[in-house]
């Protein structure tokens, strides 16, 4: 059975380039996020990288902590942060698991239990190891989002992403199609129109199942 939505994540303990760390103890109270690629030293996963790297103030601004998997070892890691760095133009602050023997890759349902890595393995023996996975505080996973190898994540999406799960989280509202920071909510039709009112105040009913109000907060 693979890993859904409001399941909670394993607790794996993980090498990382920063150490050994244990998911739920490294998460703490925050939000996170994993990434996963399939290799160090490839194109599109070190533009990625980049990206992260430069959305550092982003992440920090929503409570959120980041961490990479990659199939390659800790030395590489350390060596392909520099690459990052000097496509990034920005430190690569984050952790990068080591995930050599797939343990992570299997736990989060990237990879079959009978997958390995062959000796002069390629990015195309762990392929299917190019996802999102967002976090709870609460260690369950909230979202997820997987990518082809040719295809390079849009991070921009992940932040609004983010933001729209921690918008309806606690607040008892639901955020439309292109959603972002600002712009109006959802009313779940399980609420009321009195109960809407005394908790939302004005609202727009644009159809009998479909009421909009202004952001909480």
């Known amino acids: 059975m693979g890993l859904r939505i409001n399941d909670t994540?394993?607790?794996l303990t993980v090498e990382t380039d920063q150490g050994s760390i244990s998911l739920h103890d490294w998460i703490g109270d925050s939000?996170?996020?994993?990434?996963s690629h399939p290799k160090d030293f490839t194109p599109v996963c070190t533009t990625e990288f980049g990206a992260v790297a430069q959305l550092a103030d982003e992440w920090a601004k929503r409570g959120t902590k980041v961490i990479g998997v990659s199939v390659d070892g800790v030395e590489d890691?350390?060596?392909?942060k520099g690459d990052i760095e000097q496509v990034a133009g920005a430190k690569a602050g984050f952790p990068i698991i080591a995930d050599t023997g797939l343990e992570v890759s299997k736990a989060f349902d990237m990879l079959p239990a009978e997958a390995y890595l062959p000796d002069g393995r390629t990015p195309a023996d762990s392929a299917t190891v190019r996802s999102v996975f967002i976090i709870g505080p609460d260690k369950q996973l909230k979202l997820s989002m997987t990518y082809p190898m040719t295809v390079g994540r849009n991070f921009a999406e992940v932040l609004r992403a983010l933001d729209g799960l921690q918008m309806s989280t606690g607040n008892g509202v639901?955020?439309?199609?292109?959603?972002?920071?600002?712009d109006d909510v959802i009313i779940p039709p399980t609420v009321s129109n009195d109960d809407a009112k005394a908790k939302f105040g004005e609202f727009t009913t644009v159809l009998?199942?479909?009421?909009?109000?202004k952001a909480p907060g």
Do not use: D, E, Q, S
């Open 9 to 11: 994540i394993p607790n």
């Open 31 to 35: 939000w996170a996020i994993l990434f």
């Open 77 to 80: 890691h350390k060596k392909w």
């Open 174 to 182: 639901a955020t439309p199609a292109n959603w972002n920071v600002g």
């Open 208 to 213: 009998p199942y479909l009421r909009t109000t």
